[in-house]
């Protein structure tokens, strides 16, 4: 990793060295056989604490609340709800006058793996149900509640009305519908349809010999709960319980989903749930569920002047919760919310990083099923590794199902498998595993849990970076060199490929580093040193970076692959003039094909703005990501739906708000002018601190760092001539400067200092600021 910009910063592995096991966090509710909780406040720091009102929060996310006037049509326009398990999208039946609530769930999957990860492990479709009116649908009035994870409003049609409220509850994981009609809509009906269990793939790519699609499920019933028992070819089931309870006037549907293998115990399990849960009221299990989210929406706050895309990021902190749990498994392509797909699976050269990458600065690593994953599923990783490899190396195929297998595919149509350098097929794209770990490495540098670097990081990381070490060769220049190798996306396989070097320089430097931290005397760190010495130069010409030395960047290409070492790996970051020159070039030579460009190339072009300072081209990135790519609903589609991109643009708007690479803190980096007025609370950072901000006209007020772990503390706090440091009780505080706008300060655990400017002394208060002007709300308002 890079230094920090000033000489007199604090070096990485001093940055690093500093650690602790942090209280473990709630897991969330929603996850069966788990207790459940709502996330825990971060602990009391020293003094008073600065904390948003009840009703700055309140404001923020009623504000952005989604809006439906308008009949939504696809899953790409209509209200969504999750908790990371069971999913459900909303939105008019084509061709019919019913209102389709799909039920998806992400652990259900095939399990015949000889067929790959996108057809013989591929997920599958559950099925929907159609709420269906007595009259003729004529309108509606929607609101999708973000402070309460709900679904309310009214159907209007030529009969009457249909009062709706719905949630996926976190206790039971439940989908829990209640519908209130008026006289005219007493005889509504629900009816559910089961999906043909067969990958989604098959509508996309030639189906594999020998590949059928399950049975079709089987209608039955339990003592007044209705099922659905969808039976695998492979063993096991997956089923749909459902149950209608009529109180009053007042119908209410609960419906669940279980999965098991090889065992058939899905359907006792999903009957049960329901049984549960229509025991209770909507009201009564509301209680916990919206006592979980207003919980989960207090550990951070971020308030912007621009008013679009201020909604747009608590949208994302929405949509993220909804779409994983710690315990659930990693993101899929679409989340929880299987819709017709080529991508039915875990993609992992560049989707599950960026979709994750928010849940750091938003103080959200309860979400943390990266981590979590790759700990527990390491062997079956081994186990993808051709054979000569398989005892000290590690890699991840670009597919997996939830269990990070990838299974037998004989073909990329099938599943992505690891590949060896020098060799092709498969394809050699080698690097995803110690892209995936940087991720790993960001949980740790937010948190300093030490036990994230003991336990995961560094053993994976060891044999990640191994697979590398034994295909480096010296040339005759005397620098080592790889074979040919795949940088995704862009086609092609080149010596020297910037993916591969730019990750194994990362690897083998966070290595060495936290081999140190660990007091491991590794026998591997000379050759990791050698590496670092001896690692060829990134290849680049007249136009920048090359995808490597034997391929040019000739095309239009979306992915940010051959750029790693500037983000989000911060290896290179325009210390230097020619290193700044490098990267502009690059930047301007990358984004200036049009053709193949898609929404997370503007995500990644905007990171990359706000890392050189210049707020305003990373603003205008995002709007063109708005205008041209982000739907209605903020989703996001290519082929098919996938998440990653909305949520990389909300960590966007973090590197414009606050970066922390290198050991220093910078507050507000790169602020768009127009952004004379910004807020931010408990923002946590690498270092594990937790920043609380105000910027008013133009000027930063003040600063406030909350340290959970005691680590160095360097703070570029953007604040003009000289400041007053202070402790939570108004008692000052010592401090250094380290140059560049920087000082650094000695902070305790628990701990906290403020930066003000000499002799203002602000009010620490955190609320929403005002908008520059009106935008309309997401959704599909009249």
């Known amino acids: 990793m890079p230094a920090p910009s000033s000489p007199s910063g604090p070096s990485r592995r001093t940055v690093l060295a500093t650690g602790t096991t942090l209280a473990g966090t709630a897991l969330a509710g929603g996850i069966p056989a788990q207790a459940v909780a709502a996330p825990q406040d971060s602990p009391t720091p020293s003094g008073p604490p600065v904390t948003p009102s009840e009703d700055a929060w309140r404001a923020v996310l009623d504000d952005a609340d989604l809006v439906w006037q308008k009949m939504p049509k696809t899953w790409y326009e209509g209200p969504y709800l999750g908790n ?194 229509a025991g209770h009221p909507y009201d009564a299990l509301a209680v916990t569920h919206r006592a979980w989210w207003h919980a989960y929406y207090r550990k951070s706050f971020l308030s912007v002047p621009d008013a679009r895309i201020q909604r747009f990021y608590w949208i994302q902190l929405y949509k993220v919760a909804s779409a994983t749990r710690r315990d659930a498994p990693v993101m899929a392509t679409s989340g929880p919310w299987l819709e017709p797909t080529p991508w039915p699976g875990t993609w992992w050269n560049l989707n599950v990083q960026l979709e994750y990458w928010l849940i ?161 005397e590794d026998e591997l ?93 990373a603003l205008n990135y995002l709007g063109k990501l708005m205008s041209r790519y982000i739907q209605a609903n903020t989703m996001y589609k290519e082929s098919g739906p996938v998440i990653e991109t909305p949520l990389s643009a909300a960590q966007s708007l973090h590197d414009m708000v606050c970066q922390s690479w290198g050991g220093v803190v910078r507050v507000f980096p790169a602020v768009p002018a127009a952004w004379a007025d910004l807020a931010v609370h408990n923002f946590r950072t690498q270092g594990a601190f937790l920043l609380s901000a105000v910027r008013e006209g133009g000027v930063t007020r003040w600063v406030r760092l909350l340290s959970e772990a005691g680590a160095p503390c360097v703070v570029r706090h953007g604040i003009a001539g000289a400041v007053d440091v202070r402790d939570g009780r108004g008692k000052p505080l010592a401090y250094e400067d380290a140059g560049d706008g920087a000082i650094r300060i000695t902070l305790a655990k628990g701990e906290a200092a403020v930066v003000t400017a000499r002799g203002d002394r602000p009010e620490l208060s955190i609320e929403p600021v005002k908008p520059n002007a009106a935008a309309a709300s997401w959704g599909l308002p009249a």
């Open 360 to 520: 750091h600065g938003s103080n959200h690593l309860e979400l943390d099923a990266v981590t979590r994953a790759l700990g527990e599923f390491r062997d079956n990783l081994s186990a993808e590794m051709a054979a000569p490899y398989r005892a000290d190396s590690l890699g991840i195929p670009r597919t997996t199902d939830t269990h990070l297998v990838n299974g037998g595919a004989t073909s990329n149509a099938q599943g992505y498998g690891v590949g060896v350098p020098g060799l092709d097929p498969p394809t050699p794209e080698v690097g995803n595993l110690t892209w995936a770990l940087h991720n790993v490495w960001l949980s740790y540098r937010h948190t300093m849990d030490e036990s994230i670097l003991r336990d995961v990081l560094y053993p994976l990381l060891r044999k990640a970076v191994n697979y590398y070490l034994h295909f480096l060769e010296p040339g005759a220049d005397g620098k080592l060199h790889l074979p040919a190798t795949y940088s995704p996306e862009y086609g092609g396989n080149t010596r020297d490929c910037n993916y591969d070097l730019m990750l194994l320089t990362w690897g083998c430097r966070t290595l060495l580093e936290s081999s140190e931290l660990l007091g491991i």
């Open 84 to 277: 990371g398990l069971l999913g459900s999208g909303i939105y008019r039946e084509p061709g019919k006058n019913a209102i389709r609530f799909n039920v998806q769930h992400s652990e259900v999957q095939d399990h015949r793996p000889k067929f790959g990860s996108l057809f013989g492990l591929a997920r599958l479709p559950v099925g929907y149900f159609t709420l269906e009116p007595v009259g003729t649908i004529t309108g509606l009035d929607w609101r999708l509640r973000l402070r309460d994870a709900e679904l309310t409003g009214t159907l209007t049609t030529d009969r009457g009305t249909l009062t709706v409220r719905a949630q996926v509850t976190n206790a039971l994981s439940v989908l829990t519908v209640e519908v209130t009609p008026s006289e005219g809509e007493r005889d509504f009906a629900w009816v559910f349809h089961p999906a043909k269990s067969i990958s989604p793939r098959s509508a996309f790519q030639p189906i594999p010999a020998g590949y059928e699609a399950n049975p079709p499920a089987e209608p039955g019933e339990d003592d007044g709960v209705s099922v659905a028992v969808q039976p695998l070819l492979a063993g096991g089931q997956y089923v749909t319980a459902w149950r209608e309870r009529t109180r009053d006037d007042v119908r209410t549907l609960y419906v669940h989903v279980a999965h098991s293998f090889p065992q058939s115990t899905a359907r006792e399990r999903a009957v049960s749930a329901v049984r549960d849960a």
């Open 525 to 617: 760190a000379p050759r990791w040193r050698e590496v670092l010495a001896r690692r060829v130069a990134y290849p680049t010409d007249a136009n920048g970076f090359k995808i490597g030395a034997d391929i040019s960047f000739a095309k239009s290409h979306r992915h940010y692959s051959h750029m790693l070492a500037v983000y989000p790996l911060y290896e290179l970051t325009g210390r230097t003039p020619d290193e700044l020159a490098l990267i502009e070039r690059s930047l301007a030579h990358w984004v200036g094909f049009e053709g193949a460009l898609q929404g997370y190339t503007f995500t990644g072009a905007a990171s990359m703005s706000a890392l050189l300072g210049k707020g305003d081209d």
